[in-house]
Every structure is written in structure tokens, then in C-alpha cells.
């Protein structure tokens, strides 16, 4: 399946990288393209009524950060990285 990184997540993944090693982060997009329903990644689904295939990864090594995706049309996309008070914040009123 092909994957795409969305502008706000490239510029999310650099300002998450100065708390988070961007090497755990790039681990985490490596172990999803090789194998996406992996155990490590804690992939969870999100109830939302503007995108029914929305979803979210735990970043590696790390419980503090997910990573937001979405599938459309067989591609993946990449859309956020954020802490979880974020990530609660953003999926509570998707």
C-alpha cells in the first residue's frame, strides 16, 4: 500500500522531533510500511463523521505521541504527529 506524508506532518515530525529522537519516529513509518497491522504500533481506529477511515499509530519507544493517518483510494496518508492531550483534544470532536 502505498504512503504519502501530508505538509502538516512534516512540519508536525520536525517540531516533535526535538522531544522525540526522529529516529524512533522514522522506525515507526518504516515498521508501518512493512507491516501496518503490527502489534508494536497500537493501531487504533477513530469513530469520526468527517472521515470514516481515519486512524492513529503510537510512535515507538515512546507512549506520549501518536501519529494520525488516513486511507483514500488504497494510499495511506500521514496527517499529524502530536502529543496525546492533543490527540485527545482533536478526536473527541472529529
Do not use: W
Not at 494520525?68 to 496525546?84: A, G, P, S, V
Amino acid at each position: 500500500m502505498p504512503v504519502e506524508f501530508d505538509v502538516k506532518y512534516i512540519r508536525s515530525k520536525k517540531k516533535v522531533a526535538k522531544k522525540v529522537s526522529l529516529t524512533l519516529i522514522e522506525e515507526t513509518e518504516t515498521l508501518f510500511l512493512l507491516d501496518p497491522n503490527s502489534a508494536k504500533l497500537q493501531l487504533k481506529n477513530i469513530v469520526c463523521r468527517r472521515d470514516k477511515h481515519k486512524q492513529s499509530i503510537r510512535v515507538l519507544g515512546n507512549d506520549g505521541y501518536r501519529i494520525l493517518l488516513t486511507t483514500k483510494d488504497e494510499t495511506t496518508y500521514f496527517q499529524d504527529i502530536m502529543n496525546h492531550d492533543k490527540y485527545d483534544r482533536l478526536t473527541k470532536d472529529c
